[in-house]
């Protein structure tokens, strides 16, 4: 497609007046058509305790996914690893990998991926919700694919010898550094953490060990984009996932609404000032202005991977904004100095 690998990241949606099975069939024909317009990855997210979204158990989807399409690479953006214990992950990511072997990736992050209460009913214990356990639970994962470093006689079956593509993801500096120490490919949510980019992709450089998995550091961005035929109907599109943001943060998610809706919605002065600031930084408009967006955000990162992230109420302009991309947008990215 272009100079610059171009990926989906896909939270499986859920439509006002759908059901979530319609939803898991909507990314399942988007997996097979990102898969037709040479898309190099297609991940789904953990996420729980949202109306709005499907994708709460990854590895299931994951599985149905990857059987579904047949060289596209599919895998988690991410597996929320505090959420679970590494040898499930383990088990489960090793059978994904000896099922379709080269093609998946484990991206994990530390956050929980919802909200407190339903944290806790994860993890069933105040002590699971801290995250400071992380770095050793990612390295028991690590150990259970490879058997080096366990601290304890455990093989994972299918696990070890059958390892995944291991991501860390993060939207902060933390898990920046940690990537950068294990020598580990490293994606960062610029999607929902924009001001954070730029000092965290740089922490990761600077924190950069060459392991047997890399060499030297390599980072892909994952940005909102929303790209129709002209500007102002990208614009429209838009208005379910900011309606979709803002309700998430007061607390009442709901299904994805209808652009009718979110347009109708009373915002609050509050409410509109988070709505405007929703795709700053992100990707949003005609083919020419999404080209423009993504060009800026590969010159400021100089990232080696760009994952796209769409939400939008109809299907069928969820895939026209890829098909778009990948027709007028990708040939002409490249990497600053390539």
């Known amino acids: ?42 991940w ?48 489960q990511f090793g059978t994904l990998e000896a099922l379709h072997p080269g093609r998946i990736d484990l991206g994990i992050g530390r956050a929980p991926g919802t909200d407190q209460y339903t944290a806790l009913a994860l993890r069933r214990t105040m002590e699971g919700l801290s995250a400071e356990a992380f770095p050793q639970e990612l390295a028991d994962l690590i150990g259970l694919f490879s058997a080096e470093g366990l601290r304890r006689p455990i093989t994972a079956t299918p696990g070890r010898g059958d390892m995944p593509a291991i991501w860390l993801l993060g939207s902060s500096g933390f898990s920046a550094q940690l990537a950068g120490l294990l020598g ?10 924009s001001a954070n980019t730029v000092p965290a992709l740089a922490l990761y450089r600077q924190n950069f060990q060459p392991s047997q998995w890399l ?84 010159e400021r990162t100089a990232a080696d991977e760009l994952m796209l992230t769409t939400m939008v109420y109809d299907i069928e302009d969820r895939v026209r904004s890829f098909e778009l991309i990948a027709e007028k947008v990708a040939g002409s990215l490249s990497r600053p100095g390539a």
């Open 184 to 193: 580990l490919p490293f994606a960062f949510a610029h999607h929902f953490s």
């Open 215 to 298: 060499e030297r550091p390599h980072s892909m961005v994952a940005v909102s984009a929303i790209c129709a035929d002209t500007d102002e109907r990208a614009q429209w599109l838009s208005g379910p996932a900011t309606l979709s943001f803002v309700r998430l943060r007061s607390g009442t998610p709901a299904p994805l609404a209808t652009p009718e809706e979110a347009a109708a919605y009373p915002y609050s002065d509050r409410e509109r000032e988070f709505a405007q600031d929703r795709f700053t930084g992100q990707a949003l408009g005609s083919p020419e202005t999404v080209r423009r967006q993504l060009s800026d955000l590969l």
């Open 44 to 91: 789904v997210a953990e996420h729980h305790n949202m109306p709005a979204i499907a994708s709460s158990a990854p590895a299931v989807l994951i599985a149905h996914l990857a059987a579904a399409t047949s060289t596209i690479r599919v895998g988690s953006g991410g597996v929320m690893l505090p959420n679970h214990a590494p040898l499930v992950v383990a088990e």
């Open 1 to 42: 497609m272009s100079d610059v690998p171009l990926s989906v990241l896909d939270l499986a949606p859920v439509a006002a007046g759908a059901t979530a099975g319609q939803a898991l069939e909507y990314t399942t024909q988007l997996a097979r058509r990102t898969e037709e317009l040479g898309y190099q990855r297609f």
